[in-house]
């Protein structure tokens, strides 16, 4: 089970069952989901988000610290507004991804990037990971950006993962000369 990573702002939290309906909000929209295809199909309907978390929560049962999957909620109203997860990358499960969704609704209120910052240091700093990769379409700039606001460097582009042409951003521990503000 991950652990609960908080800043001033958020809350990441392991996702439960009872999240279906708002995790539908964020899976079950097509401006999240085109970019997740066809790794993940976007999300019909309530009962299959909820045999999804059923599944990341089995998932996250038996991850390794760090990876894993967590609910980004606020923390002054409790509302999830995303999900983040840093999971190691298929073919051979050598590199380990940052991924990051938020909801369409919540663009542009730096909570990827807080979160994406949150995970990044709970990775390199708390558990010694060497580096993390975030592997983004072409023409997915929103995810681009975000990887680059997180301290994420252009690695080059590569179709090892997922059998697609993907833009490889990656972060060091080296990288992380600072602490991160508001980390609790």
């Known amino acids: 089970m991950p652990d609960i990573l908080e800043s001033d702002r958020l809350v990441l939290r392991p996702w439960t069952v009872d999240d279906a309906e708002v995790a539908l909000e964020i899976y079950g929209r097509e401006e999240v989901a085109h970019w997740l295809s066809p790794e993940m199909d976007r999300v019909a309907d309530e009962d299959s988000m909820r045999l999804l978390l059923q599944q990341w929560i089995a998932e996250d049962e038996r991850a390794v610290p760090p990876t894993g999957r967590w609910a980004v909620e606020l923390r002054d109203d409790k509302r999830v507004v995303g999900g983040i997860a840093l999971l190691y990358l298929p073919p051979g499960g050598e590199d380990v991804e940052l991924a990051f969704q938020v909801a369409p609704d919540e663009w542009g209120q730096g909570y990827a990037t807080e979160a994406g910052l949150l995970v990044a240091h709970y990775a390199l700093r708390e558990h010694h990971a060497e580096e993390i990769f975030a592997v983004v379409r ?28 993907l833009q490889v951003y990656r972060l060091r ?7 991160f503000p508001g980390l609790h």
Request: charged letters at 25%; hydrophobic letters at 30%.
């Open 173 to 179: 521990a080296a990288d992380l000369d600072h602490p």
């Open 138 to 165: 072409p023409h997915n700039h929103r995810a681009a950006s975000t990887a680059r606001r997180i301290g994420m460097e252009w690695a080059g582009e590569t179709e090892k993962y997922y059998q697609l042409s």
